[in-house]
């Protein structure tokens, strides 16, 4: 028992400065102050810093949604979040490189284009609301400044990448036909994705007994997992008996909800799920969650012919066929570059 006291302890110290919610029952606590972050050097590009604040503010959705998956951490937790560490710093040292290339290249990306680009973030990664990004980048140690500036390199580097081997001979009809048959679902808004599933949440402190403990909680909700898994219990008596939720007496039967209702890590993971996979427990700040997907529904792509979507797809079809060649670049750049890392 004090491997899970430690355990729960150390995720729910977590979840206090990285609140989400298994679902939406539309609770909400008063937050402690966020600590002071300090912002150091992740690593330098010819020179040119890259911020930890940077790392973790690309890190955070990896973190919270692994920390959900993994509440007992260990070895997969930590290979997980090593892996998604080396990648964001990967991203973030490529494109240095590119920026480094074309440092006199005077190319200026329109504020509009900023503004758009930080506002299909916030829709993808934080379900639309600005406060929820403003609540990452505070955590990060990032002001909105600096991460209205990483955009922007970000774009730089997407329009220097596209003048330099985008631009080639153009993708044909039937090519462009293809690829929206293949990714059309990737236009879509998927805010408006709905699913349903049956879930158990057992909350992390007893409301009918104040002596019980959330490891306590914690280890039965691993025991009421193990016993559906094993067939035990039936999924529904399971929700009937342990659930706290107010659809637990329904045996734990929710009606469709739209993915935009759901936290975003929740979210995630319950959309990768498969029909009729049992996952659990997932943990929150709230408590811990079995869950159980019976059914998804995605929202409708949009036609070729709207607004803009032909044009993604162009670019799509001209990065795929360069990306042999860009990816070459970037190699080179990086063998003759001086980078250095500190994490």
Partial sequence: M????RSVALLLAFFCLCPSEAGAQGRQSAQPKTPRIVNRVAAT????PITSSEVRSRLAPYVRE??????RQGPRFNAELVKAKKDVLNELIERELVLCEFETGGLMIPE?????EISRRTLVQFNGSRDALLDNLRKSGMSFGEYRNSVRRELTVMAMRSSRY?????PTPDEIRAEYQATKADYRDMTQDS???DKIFIPAMNPDDPNVTPEMQFALAEQVFKAIQSGEISFEDAARE????????DGGKWPYIKRKDLAVEFANIV???PKGKLMGPLVDRMGFTIVRVTGKRQAPAPSLNAPGVKERVDESVRRKNNEKRYRAWVERLRERAVIRTYI
């Fill in 45 to 48: 590009v010819n020179g040119r």
């Fill in 242 to 249: 342990y659930s706290k939720d107010m659809h637990a007496e």
């Fill in 166 to 170: 985008e631009r080639g001979i153009p």
């Fill in 112 to 116: 509009g284009a900023v503004n758009e």
């Fill in 66 to 71: 692994l920390t959900m998956l993994y509440p």
């Fill in 271 to 273: 959309f990768a799920l």
């Fill in 2 to 5: 004090k491997y899970i006291s």
């Fill in 195 to 197: 699913i349903c599933y």
